[in-house]
């Protein structure tokens, strides 16, 4: 995401968590030899994965492999018709598991294609499928309709099923929290996995999502568009743009000589993008040099009437507001790689997306003309110890409206060149591809950056860089 900053300090302790504690988790070892007395019977799967800024987010119990997303909707009246399909993966036995689903109206919902119950309970939808779901694959089918929520964020923006100013449409956004509001899911970062998106609206209207565009066919009065991701993609990146758009479709040529697929969705009452779209292959290219391979399967853009005032780096095909600019699609593309295939855990892991995305802007403005990451970093550095840069520090953070603060952003690029400076700039390169690519479509804590920067460059004892850095609450002195 690239928005204007807010300025929250927050200095509340940070509790680190395990990463997904399941509860009623029986190691498999433990059951061979035991009677089947010994273990726990099938029973209610937790609400909530327990991340440090969202604690009601994401579920235990089970993950989910693949989402399939069945929508029709009618932009003059807002309303959505939906039936989402999941396979998952249950943990252990479960007499009942939750889902996040914010608003509408469920009609029914089946498990293995028998009919559940369920309840909600805010943003819980609770399933109780007729008999328990044992350990392993299990599929569930939620059909639900009405009116999409706009979700209001602990900082005031404005995300979920966002209507276009024109009501031509909607755009769906979801960081942190919002794909909730029109995808019953784990809505956690940590729980990736493909989807498939079949969006039928009105002919003559358009409809873009994540991936690969297989079809839009048409019946004579309704098309419907059918987009296939197959890299694996968090909730929060997950996104249905719909609406009157000029549909540009194009391929451009990786730095390994493969090609990629470009489908870019504009709004035409947005403005001319042509300066935009004719930039977004040359951005690839730089950033591949650096990075390592396009981690995507296809690319493009989303620019749309939507006045949530913030660029969001949904998968594949980043959405853009108003005014798009040569850094929002610098940091947009490079989540592309930072945030999106590298995807973070816990959302107090932010800085590990945000703060490199940042660092490819310094990089690119360095290539062409602009300031060199060093001078950033000491026109950064030369603010004051009450500036709200330091405060808090960018781990070390529990109020969620702190997530996009400048810390985050600039604290985290700072970080990036605190490394640089300390490792050289080869092994600077050489870490920052490897975290590319040896945690490609997978999710990611800060420990694992800082063991590979470690590792890389030789070096033993870079935690007291990385504490000043990323967990010491003020301003870091020495550098
Ligand atoms: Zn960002």
New binding site residues.
């Given amino acids: ?2 928005s204007p900053q807010p300025d929250r300090p927050s200095r509340r302790a940070l509790h680190r968590r395990l990463r997904r504690p399941i509860r009623g988790w029986v190691p498999v070892v433990a059951t061979l030899g035991l009677t089947a007395a010994l273990l726990p019977a099938a029973g209610p799967a937790a609400a909530t994965l327990g991340d440090t800024l969202f604690p009601g987010q994401g579920n235990a119990g089970y993950e989910v492999r693949h989402y399939d997303v069945d929508l029709t909707y009618a932009p003059d009246t807002n309303h959505l018709d939906a039936v989402t399909h999941l396979r998952a993966r249950a943990f252990t036995e479960l007499a009942s598991f939750h889902l996040d689903l914010e608003g509408l109206t469920v009609e029914a919902v089946t498990v293995d294609g028998t009919d559940a119950t369920w309840t909600r309970q805010g943003h819980e939808l609770v399933v109780t499928p007729a008999t328990a779901v044992a350990r392993g694959r299990f599929d569930v089918t939620v059909t639900y309709s009405g009116t999409p929520l706009e979700h209001t964020d602990p900082d005031g923006s404005t995300e979920g099923w966002v209507r276009s100013d024109t009501g031509d449409g909607a755009t769906a956004l979801g960081e942190p929290v919002g794909t909730m509001t029109w995808v019953p899911s784990d809505n956690t970062p940590g729980d990736k996995a493909t989807w498939t998106f079949d969006i039928t609206v009105p002919d003559g209207t358009e409809a873009a999502a994540n991936g690969d565009l297989v079809s839009h066919d048409s019946d004579g009065a309704s098309t419907t568009w059918t987009w296939v991701q197959d890299v694996p993609m968090a909730t929060y990146l997950a996104t249905v743009a719909i609406g009157q758009f000029d549909m540009a479709e194009t391929t451009m040529t990786s730095i390994r000589g493969g090609e990629i697929p470009i489908w870019s969705f504009v709004d035409p009452t947005v403005g001319s993008t042509a300066d935009a779209q004719a930039l977004l292959p040359k951005v690839i290219r730089f950033e591949e040099r650096r990075f390592g391979p396009y981690p995507g399967t296809s690319a493009g853009m989303i620019v749309d009437d939507v006045d949530v005032g913030y660029a969001l ?1 949904t998968q594949d095909r980043p959405f853009y507001p108003y005014g798009l600019g040569t850094g929002a699609l610098v ?2 593309t490079a ?1 592309q790689w930072y945030g999106d295939s590298v995807t973070l855990t816990d959302w107090h892991d932010i800085w590990l ?2 703060g490199f ?1 940042t660092y490819a802007q310094w990089l690119w403005d360095s290539a062409h003309g602009g300031a060199s990451p060093a001078a950033r970093f000491r026109a950064l550095y030369a603010k004051p110890a009450s500036s709200s840069l330091w405060h808090p520090a960018p781990v070390k953070f529990t109020d969620p409206a702190d997530l996009f603060g400048a810390p985050s952003y600039q604290r985290g690029a700072m970080t990036l060149q605190a490394l640089r400076a300390r490792v050289g700039g080869e092994d600077f390169s050489r870490i920052l591809r490897r975290w590319a690519t040896e945690h490609r479509d997978g999710n990611v804590r800060t420990h694992q950056f800082e063991a590979l920067a470690e590792q890389v460059s030789g070096r033993r004892h870079l935690d007291g860089l990385f504490d000043d850095w990323l967990r010491l609450d003020g301003k870091p002195r020495g550098y």
């Fill in positions: 995401m690239s780096e940091h947009e989540h997306a945000e995305a």
